[in-house]
């Protein structure tokens, strides 16, 4: 090396890179010394050699490129808050979490706060921070680094990174002497977080302390649990952290709290004057979650005041996240605590009756006999726990309604379906027979939930339940849309995806070949509807395979030859006959005039003559060309596809097949 560099060699920022990994430093200097700008990339993207210098760790290299005049601002790039983001290469060192690195990348350099044209980056305060480097963050402050452009970078300030981590006193100390945020902006829109909402979740007194005494707001209001300082602390149960506040000036509770602590946090609260106006605005959501929690001291204690008192229970139903006091008591089982609230006037719901399916038969009925109206959820859990519905059928309880079950889905085994509209969709999916025979002789029904419920058996195959189904008004317009969720298989990552159905195009799906033939006298044969991958009713016949309602659909039923693919994954009857390789299906469809050369869907598409390629189904290809499957001219760009495709997937005969027959198209012009 020392030879080549005698003779003139030079040294490229490659080599000079590369040479950052060196133990001998004497090396070093001779290579570096022969270097005219230590500065200089290989790419503007990739790192400088004083950039793999910290990389690499090696501090006696970094200080002799630092003596070259190599530029600690040069900016790199580092991951940060789960992205790509720029930082200069003081920030790089900060990652090094070695001071000894930060002290050399100090000394060299002469600018602390860069200015890149207004061009955002990472700050090292803001780095050294985010790992919890108390010294670091320490020397860059001394050093001179703005502490203020680094509060206001990435989804925290600087005092909320620095309380999740261990040494987060003395962390926050240094960041307060050098005039760390301690308020997010007053704004119009609640926060989700606060640094002193932090340290209080976190069980940090000295910290809270410390906070409080720098001036944190205490009566802000957040847009997550427990909403306010006051409400984490006497959700936290912590009476040190609770008069800290109250002495320091804090009096908002919020009117969403749902939880006290302790029941020495509650005498605490009775005892300060505060238990009161926290149970005036919360104290049905506060009861409800003691008694959920199982501690029954805390609650009696509760309702000794009047936690549970009516005026503040909600006229309505709860939102299923949320339970009522009744509710949560009959839930854990104590129907000694139940009886006493419905004494006191405790409204009998939905949700109430759904927790006590189940449980004490006699308890139920005394419920049944307070309670009137519509319970869907109710009905819905006895389903569930396979318990009779007579009962409630003799109490005279309305099953109509929507059960308050599910949120945003249903996940069964193989796929999600949506959440349920009525309890005879939960009686399909549970695959009860009876129960649902029972349901629909309950009350008359809507068309739309008929409808639904069809096409929840059919997408389920239960033929039995859909064929029970049948005989009532039913709307065969109703689209169920079912959704396969991302996944891995042998071969990787599946992606997840959405298919839409009405009965008919279920029952053709699923092959349940009786039920399809009573719906197509009925429905629109030949429609497509809307979003990716839809099919028509003679589209999935073909996809199946299925002769018999292929001729049914057509012969019978008016379906149309040429139906348009659906915009993205659709393709016509023809092109899915051509990619599943149904060479008599294909035919049948040529003979009635199906467009052999029919465009494919937009996105996700392929022709005829694409997906026959695409599988490697030499019979099929060769039956499209006889047929005048088009491979020059107009068929310009299906031939290359095809070709592309038939290659991509190892299928050569295909490619060479469509080769051939193209020259000799190109031999006798007559041809084309």
């Known amino acids: 090396m020392r030879t080549l560099i005698s003779h003139g060699a030079i040294v490229t920022p490659s080599c000079l890179s590369t ?15 022969s270097c005219s700008d230590v500065n200089t990339r290989t790419g503007w993207q990739d790192p400088s050699a004083l950039a793999q210098a910290v990389e690499h760790r090696n501090v006696p290299i970094i200080q002799m490129l630092l003596a070259k005049g190599a530029n600690v601002n040069d900016l790199t790039i580092v991951n940060f808050e789960d992205d790509i983001a720029t930082t200069t290469i003081l920030g790089l060192g900060v990652q090094s979490q070695s001071i000894d690195i930060i002290h050399a990348l100090l000394w060299g350099c002469p600018e602390m706060n860069p200015d890149f044209d207004g061009m955002p980056y990472i700050s090292p305060v803001t780095l050294a921070v985010k790992v919890g480097n108390v010294q670091i963050t320490q020397a860059l402050l001394q050093a001179g680094v703005n502490i203020k ?24 100390k240094v960041l307060i002497e050098y005039g760390a945020r301690i308020n997010r902006p007053v704004s119009t829109q609640k926060n989700e977080f606060s640094a002193l909402l932090l340290a209080l979740e976190g069980n940090s007194p000295e910290v809270v302390e410390l906070l409080i005494d720098a001036g944190a707001r205490l009566n802000d209001e957040y847009s997550n649990p427990p909403y306010t300082a006051l409400g984490a602390a006497i959700k936290k149960g912590d009476g040190v952290l609770i008069n800290s506040l109250l002495v320091a000036g804090a009096a908002f509770v919020g009117t969403k709290l749902q939880t006290i602590g302790t029941l020495g946090t509650a005498m605490y609260l009775q005892a300060n004057g505060v238990l009161q106006g926290v149970l005036r605005v919360s104290g049905p959501c506060i009861l409800a979650d003691a008694l959920s929690d199982e501690k029954i001291d805390l609650a009696q ?13 909600e006229n309505e139903d ?14 854990v089982r104590d129907f000694g605590f139940a009886q006493r609230l419905l004494e006191r006037g405790a409204k009998v719901t939905d949700s109430v009756l759904a927790n006590a399916i189940g449980g004490d038969p006699a308890f139920l009925e005394q419920l049944l006999a307070r309670f009137r109206g519509s319970a869907p959820t109710t009905v819905g859990t006895a389903l569930y726990q396979e318990e009779p519905l007579q009962l409630l059928q003799e109490a005279g309880v309305d ?9 945003d889905f249903w996940e069964l085994e193989e796929f999600e379906l949506p959440p349920p509209e009525s309890v005879l969709e939960i009686a399909v999916v549970v695959g009860s027979r009876e129960d649902l025979q029972f349901l629909l002789q309950w009350m008359p029904w809507s068309p739309r939930l008929i409808g639904r419920a069809l096409t929840f058996a059919i997408l389920l195959d239960l033929n039995e339940l859909a ?10 317009t109703q689209e169920i849309t079912i959704e396969y969720p991302s996944g891995e298989d042998d071969y990787g990552e599946v992606e997840g995806e959405r298919e839409t159905y009405r009965p008919l195009e279920a029952a053709i799906n699923r092959q349940m070949t009786p039920i399809a033939r009573k719906l197509m006298a009925k429905a ?3 429609y497509l509807g809307h979003g990716a991958r839809r099919r028509t009713a003679l589209q999935y016949a073909v996809e199946k395979g299925n002769m018999e309602l292929i001729n049914l659909l057509i012969s019978e039923h008016g379906a149309r030859i040429d139906s348009p693919p659906a915009m993205d994954g659709g393709a016509t009857a023809l092109q899915i006959a051509c990619l599943k390789g149904y060479i008599g299906i294909a035919r049948k469809l040529l003979d009635l005039g199906a467009d052999i050369n029919e465009a494919p869907a937009k996105y996700n598409g392929r022709t005829a003559l694409e997906g026959a390629a695409e599988h490697g189904r030499i019979d099929m290809l060769q039956v499209l060309l006889d ?18 495709l038939a290659e991509r997937n190892g299928y050569q005969s295909a490619a060479r097949l469509l080769r051939t027959w193209r020259d000799s198209v190109y031999l006798n012009p007559e041809a084309v």
Request: proline residues 8%; hydrophobic residues 35%.
């Open 19 to 33: 040479a950052t990994k060196l133990e001998d430093i004497g090396v070093f200097g001779e290579i570096v010394n």
């Open 149 to 172: 452009p680094a509060d206001e970078q990435g989804k925290m300030t600087l005092l909320e990174r620095a309380i999740r981590h261990p040494m987060a006193l003395t962390l926050c």
């Open 301 to 313: 204690y509760l309702l000794e005041h009047n936690a549970d008192h009516e005026g503040r229970i």
């Open 318 to 331: 709860p939102p299923p996240s949320k339970q009522t006091p009744l509710g949560a008591a009959i839930q």
């Open 399 to 407: 099953p109509t309604g929507v059960p308050q079950l599910f949120r």
């Open 467 to 476: 064929e029970d189904i049948m005989p009532f008004n039913h709307d065969l």
């Open 524 to 526: 629109d044969v030949n």
């Open 627 to 644: 047929e005048g499957a088009l491979i020059v001219g107009e068929g310009e760009t299906q031939y290359r596809r095809a070709i592309e």
